[in-house]
């Protein structure tokens, strides 16, 4: 059974600062990964897909790495913005079998102070 | 023009009562999927449609029904509404393995 873990739990960082936010999935049989982003009361708002075969995708300020074969996958933000405070999930899609539903990881909670 | 909506965005209602709630996508996407977002905010999935088939059916109390007219709709309809049942659903639709899922707004259910 697939299980995802994103470290840490909740962050707080001053404006301006670089950070790495992690996910970790047991079952490296995965199609893709994909990072979402949550605002409180909110939907989920997509923000990278990671094929299996990638090594990385970048949006704007946004990079997301994955490393398949150790089960690993870092979303990196660079010079974060109070905009930035919200909710980050990343989920993980099976290459067989579970009719493609995704398995998302407990999610971690950033602030970023003005 | 939104892709992926859900009606309502709010419901409150007495423990027994049946409610339902409706989502529409407009991407033409051919799977679309119902998840759960606990009061600890951890989402699970519920349901899968793929062009009206049933395909995913979690561990979910049969008091929940999910129908899909056609490809675009899928309706969430639960029966006798527990206090447990009290979380936010969400509504999403994917095309193939190889794309990303879209998220509708989310209704948050609020069982009293």
């Known amino acids: 059974k697939q299980e995802v873990t994103q470290i840490p739990a909740a962050l707080s960082v001053p404006e301006g600062e670089n950070l790495v936010l992690n996910c970790s999935f047991t079952?490296?049989?995965?199609?893709?990964l994909q990072w979402f982003r949550q605002d409180p009361g909110k939907g989920l708002t997509s923000l990278l897909l990671?094929?299996?075969?990638?090594r990385e995708q970048t949006s704007g300020r946004l990079n997301a790495s994955l490393d398949k074969s150790s089960g690993r996958s870092t979303l990196y933000i660079a010079a974060s913005q109070p905009g930035d405070s919200a909710t980050y999930l990343c989920a993980v899609r099976p290459t067989t079998g579970g009719g493609n539903k995704l398995t998302f990881g407990t999610g971690t909670q950033l602030k970023v102070e003005l | 023009d939104t892709a992926v909506s859900q009606t309502p965005k709010y419901l409150v209602t007495q423990m027994g009562n049946d409610k339902s709630i409706k989502c529409e996508q407009n991407?033409?996407?051919?799977?679309m999927y119902w998840y759960k977002q606990d009061s600890k905010k951890f989402l699970k999935i519920m349901f899968s449609?793929?062009?009206?088939?049933?395909?995913i059916n979690e561990t979910v109390p049969n008091r929940f029904s999910p129908k899909s007219p056609d490809k675009a709709h899928l309706n969430l309809h639960i029966n006798s509404l527990e206090l447990g049942d009290s979380a936010v659903y969400f509504c999403?639709?994917?095309?193939?393995?190889?794309?990303?899922?879209?998220f509708g707004s989310g209704t948050r259910l609020t069982v009293v």
């Open positions: 991407l033409g996407h051919d799977t």
């Open positions: 079952d490296s049989a995965i199609y893709n």
């Open positions: 990671i094929q299996s075969s990638q």
């Open positions: 449609y793929n062009n009206k088939e049933l395909i």
């Open positions: 999403a639709s994917s095309q193939g393995a190889a794309y990303g899922y879209t």
